[in-house]
């Protein structure tokens, strides 16, 4: 395959991921004993795909290219969107980075896992400064009001470590939401890139 082939066939790969990835952001589920503004997804997993079959930039470009699809189509005036997508390029360009200084399963798999950690530490002072403030303004909605739906669900919980309520509920439940998520991801990962292999490397 010559190298012009090469590209227009990871474009094409790129592409039809991207799309995948767009279409999964809209498959959103709520969680039981979860504030029903905390949606589950796995609209990372073809960026999670891309990156390890494409390279990192590949994954960061899909995970830009699927939440500008989203964005039209969105009710929080793109902050979700660019959560996502700061949140999502986290994950795959750490996963991705690894992954080429160590070329194997094993590797793949440290990077996936460190990228989910990072993921879900990152997504406390994106939501603390930027995503939950951006909410306040854009839906009129107290920072109270959004602190009292955690509250209800974890009670006495979300009253520790800090004296920062939102701080706390942050920590006690968005952290580890953000990092099961990311595990979510890179399970599903691992059962489907086998089979897909011979069409993302072609």
């Known amino acids: 395959m010559t190298q012009a082939s090469k590209r227009t066939h990871r474009l094409a790969v790129a592409a039809m991921l991207s799309a995948v990835a767009a279409v999964l952001q809209f498959v959103e589920f709520s969680i039981p004993l979860i504030p029903s503004f905390v949606k589950l997804d796995i609209s990372d997993l073809p960026a999670l795909l891309g990156t390890f079959s494409l390279g990192p930039v590949y994954g960061v470009v899909i995970q830009l290219v699927k939440n500008l699809l989203h964005l039209p189509f969105g009710s929080s005036a793109g902050v979700g969107e660019l959560s996502n997508f700061i949140l999502g390029a986290v ?39 930027f ?30 470590p800090s004296s920062n309520a939102l701080l706390n509920c942050l920590l006690v439940f968005n952290v580890p939401f953000t990092f099961c998520k990311g595990l979510l991801d890179v399970g599903l990962c691992f059962l489907i890139y086998k089979p897909l292999s011979p069409l993302l490397h072609k």
Do not use: D, W
């Not at 795959?92 to 460190?114: D, F, P, Q, T």
């Not at 939950?132 to 009670?155: D, F, H, R, S």
């Open 91 to 129: 994950f795959v360009l750490c996963a991705g980075l690894v992954y080429r200084k160590h070329k194997s399963r094993k590797g793949a798999l440290i990077g996936a896992m460190l990228g989910a950690v990072l993921m879900a530490v990152v997504s406390v002072p994106s939501n603390y400064f």
């Open 131 to 160: 995503v939950y403030p951006a909410y306040v303004k854009v839906y009129g909605m107290p920072l109270e009001a959004i602190i009292g739906a955690y509250q209800a669900i974890l009670g006495t919980i979300a009253e520790v």
